[in-house]
């Protein structure tokens, strides 16, 4: 069965320093993509970055990057130089295959506090 | 604002009632999807269209939910006979046709809260 889990329920960092969410997932197949989305309080997910299985480097986005290590099946997302808007809901989340369509497990998230 | 529009943004219901949601996605977008998002765990997947077809339906989706997409834009998630365990966050999302990096667009979601 496909499964993302995310260990931590909540994270807190201070603004300025780097944080990294885990998330680890369980697949067969050999193509997947991974996803990391921010929840604000108001409710949209918005689309941080993205990884496909197939891809050799770890992907970056700005202040995003995903560190992926495919045999231990994870897919950790770093933030660097937190700032107080990242204070959110991040949820880790995969796609089969990785260039079907938006069907996405989603993991339980992370709550991020970003203290001043 | 060009992204994925939802209404109403709340919905207050009482058991029994029906309700219905609305969904406009973004316009370029052909491929539509509604997830569901109770308190403290991630979304999950309810049904996806592309085009006015709807391609797949999960199991979540029980026979007092319908959705449709009639002219291949807007969508709307019908709940009838509304049940407290319908609470949740009703999340509408689109996306582009191809491409393996193509992300979900989400909507700001609906709030049904049914007492």
């Known amino acids: ?37 921010k929840q604000p309080s108001s409710g949209e997910m918005i689309f941080l970055i993205y990884q496909g299985s197939y891809d050799q480097q770890n992907a970056t986005e700005g202040r995003y990057s995903l560190n992926f290590q495919k045999a231990r099946k994870s897919a950790n997302l770093v933030i660097s130089a937190s700032q107080l808007g990242d204070s959110a809901m991040y949820f880790c989340a995969m796609r089969r295959p990785s260039g079907g369509y938006n069907k996405l497990i989603f993991g339980a998230g992370t709550r991020l506090a970003v203290h001043p | 604002d060009t992204g994925v529009s939802q209404n109403p943004r709340h919905k207050i219901t009482k058991r029994g009632q029906n ?97």
């Not at chain 1, 889990?5 to 993509?33: H, I, N, R, W």
């Not at chain 2, 989400?106 to 007492?115: A, M, N, S, Y």
């Open chain 1, 1 to 37: 069965a496909q499964k993302i889990t995310q260990t931590q329920p909540g994270m807190f960092v201070q603004e300025k320093e780097a944080v990294t969410l885990d998330c680890t997932y369980d697949t067969s197949d050999p193509s997947y993509g991974l996803f990391w989305y």
């Open chain 2, 19 to 115: 309700v219905t949601f609305r969904c406009d996605p973004i316009s370029e977008h052909n491929r539509l999807y509604w997830y569901r998002q109770t308190l403290g765990q991630g979304p999950e997947f309810l049904t996806y269209f592309q085009n006015e077809a709807q391609l797949e339906k999960s199991r979540l989706l029980s026979d007092r939910f319908s959705a449709e997409r009639p002219k291949g834009s807007f969508s709307t998630l019908e709940i009838q006979r509304t049940e407290q365990g319908d609470s949740a966050m009703y999340l509408c999302a689109s996306s582009l046709p191809t491409g393996t990096d193509t992300e979900a667009f989400f909507g700001q979601g609906t709030r049904l809260t049914v007492v």
